[in-house]
């Protein structure tokens, strides 16, 4: 049942140092579940029961906060080999606080909590390499969620886009790169409007301070974008 992923979990940082052969034995003691999800179709939604913690092993997804006024607030974008729900999954909350929704076809692996942290009944030593793991992740998410609050300070349209974009820059380790979301999920991650940032972007592309095209970055003028967040 868990071979075709096998290669792949492999890879993942929440089974970083386990061997395929071990994880072939850890996988039929934590017994995961394995969904199918249509683009655009929901995973989970707020208020939904908790049922365990996702590996994304094809397609990616979102997810998703929204305030009391309807408004959509995307909090991330995972893709394949990523994990989510890892925060909830090991509070005392068993309610989904967020929604999760496919972005594309997408096949995620769940995996209840209490058999990652339970006692192994077949006593196998990958179960501590597991929890190791997934506490850096979670200490990892954690950074990452602390960096999505100092976005939510920035005040201002061209400072945040600048942010981003040279966050990205730093990450590549180019001046043209792709960023992981279109439009409408990068206005919804920056917390701004799409024509207010198109606008902006557009002005910043008049003053050949970066050009783009669809989801594709050039940075022309790295000064001018670092002089912004200043």
């Not at 655009?40 to 009391?68: R, T, Y």
Request: aromatic share 8%.
């Amino acid at each position: 049942m868990y071979e075709k992923w096998e290669k792949m979990l492999n890879n993942t940082d929440l089974f970083q140092g386990i061997k395929i052969e071990e994880l072939d034995i850890l996988l039929k003691c934590l017994r995961p579940r394995i969904r199918s999800y249509k683009k655009n179709e929901s995973i989970a939604n707020f208020g939904d029961s908790f049922k365990g913690l996702g590996v994304i092993l094809e397609g990616s997804v979102m997810v998703i906060k929204e305030n009391l006024a309807g408004n959509r607030f995307i909090m991330a974008k995972f893709e394949k080999g990523n994990i989510f729900g890892e925060m909830l999954a090991f509070s005392d909350q068993k309610i989904w606080q967020v929604s999760v929704q496919a972005t594309e076809d997408a096949t995620v692996l769940f995996m209840e909590s209490e058999k990652i942290t339970g006692t192994c009944e077949r006593d196998c030593p990958w179960h501590t390499m597991l929890i190791q793991n997934m506490l850096k992740m979670l200490s990892k998410r954690a950074l990452m969620l602390n960096r999505k609050l100092e976005y939510l300070s920035i005040k201002g349209m061209r400072e945040k886009i600048s942010t981003y974009i040279l966050e990205q820059h730093k990450l590549e380790g180019k001046m043209t790169f792709m960023i992981p979301l279109n439009r409408n999920e990068l206005a919804d991650f920056l917390n701004v409007s799409r024509p207010s940032m198109s606008r902006e972007m557009a002005r910043m592309k008049d003053e050949a301070i970066i050009d783009y095209y669809k989801s594709t970055i050039k940075i022309l003028n790295l000064e001018a974008l670092k002089k912004a967040i200043n």
